[in-house]
């Protein structure tokens, strides 16, 4: 699950970038200036939200003095409160955000089990089955007389079943409904689709328009509400994570960056220049500071760091 939704790279380094210049400096000419570029546009609004969001987690490594840099942060959110009255709190970036990331951060608080940024957790259930929650995810855990039910709010589960010859293992995302006949299997559950690895066993799926599909052991499905892709094969890096482990095997860059942002607690961007570069090879999740050492070594590529808490990894 993208933590950025649909903002563009250009406009979150953009927003970064200002974010700088403001602590640096702070003028009034600047605010004018920063003031001017997030009513240019809705994205630059939803950028300048985002980056202000993961600055919070990182407020000790600021380097102004404590009242000049609660100053600033006041008069920017007085700004903002201006902006968004008159860019509109429909617009098209803002609403986006407010409609969809922001139900999912609440939502995941109400959930069974959640984890955040940079966190896995393993857990064994009332039945027995062994159940492996990924970073940035939300699970829900429905067990009676007559059914197992797990409900994957948004984010990614491994699931190894027990056996139940009178309780059916099921798993329910926004795109319809898994069935578990003996399995081992991941279910990853993104915007607009869920993706099935299935490892051991057989998954029976049914999405919402009712279409049924039975995945066997070593395939792969992604399915939206309506229907279902091609199969493919199992990709073997939707299980190595539960060992903290990222696989890449042609992996584009992009598509691994993206992976890696899950688990540091700051912003981790890749230019959609090196964005493309296939990626061979294991990384450390858990440590991503030596992820990005190993890619640096391996790939045309440099980790820029514009704050403590803000890389991007860039053409050499």
């Known amino acids: 699950m ?13 927003a970064a970038q200002w974010y700088v210049r403001l602590q640096d400096q702070g003028s009034t000419q600047e605010q004018q200036r920063w003031q001017a570029w997030v009513a240019q546009h809705p994205e630059h609004l939803a950028a300048w939200q985002y980056v ?51 139900p999912r951060l609440v939502g995941g608080w109400s959930a069974d089990y959640a984890t955040a940024s940079g966190e896995t957790r393993d857990t064994l259930l009332a039945d027995g089955s062994h159940v492996w929650l990924n970073a940035l995810s939300a699970l829900d855990v ?15 589960v491994l699931i190894d079943t027990a056996k139940d010859a009178h309780r059916p293992f099921l798993v329910d995302t926004e795109q319809g409904r898994m069935q ?18 299935v490892f051991e066993g057989r998954v ?21 509400r309506d229907g279902f892709q091609p199969t493919a094969s199992a990709s073997q890096a939707r ?21 890696l942002n899950r688990y540091r607690p700051g912003h981790l961007g890749c230019d959609p220049s090196v964005a ?14 030596h992820a990005l050492h ?23």
Do not use: Y
């Open 204 to 224: 029976r799926v049914t999405t919402l328009s009712q279409q049924v599909r039975i995945i066997e052991a070593g395939q792969q499905s992604v399915f939206t």
């Open 52 to 102: 202000e969001r993961v600055s919070q987690r990182f407020a000790p490594l600021l380097d102004q003095p404590q009242g000049a840099s609660r100053a600033l942060r006041s008069t920017r959110r007085q700004t903002l409160k201006t902006l968004l009255v008159v860019c509109g709190g429909s617009t098209l970036a803002w609403g986006t955000w407010r409609t969809t990331a922001l």
């Open 142 to 156: 429905r067990f009676d007389a007559v059914q197992r039910l797990l409900n994957l709010r948004f984010g990614e």
């Open 294 to 316: 190993l890619l640096q070594a391996a790939l045309p590529v440099r980790v820029e760091r514009l704050m403590p808490w803000w890389a991007t990894v860039r053409p050499q």
């Open 2 to 14: 993208s933590t950025t939704g649909k903002l563009s790279h250009a406009s979150l380094e953009q």
């Open 239 to 259: 299980e190595a994570w539960s060992r903290g482990v990222l696989l890449a095997d042609n992996l584009p860059l992009g598509e691994l960056v993206a992976e």
């Open 180 to 197: 578990a006949l003996g399995t081992r299997f991941s279910v990853v559950h993104d915007d607009n689709h869920t993706q099935l690895n």
């Open 276 to 289: 493309q570069l296939p990626v061979m090879g294991s990384f450390p999740l858990m440590d991503s500071d």
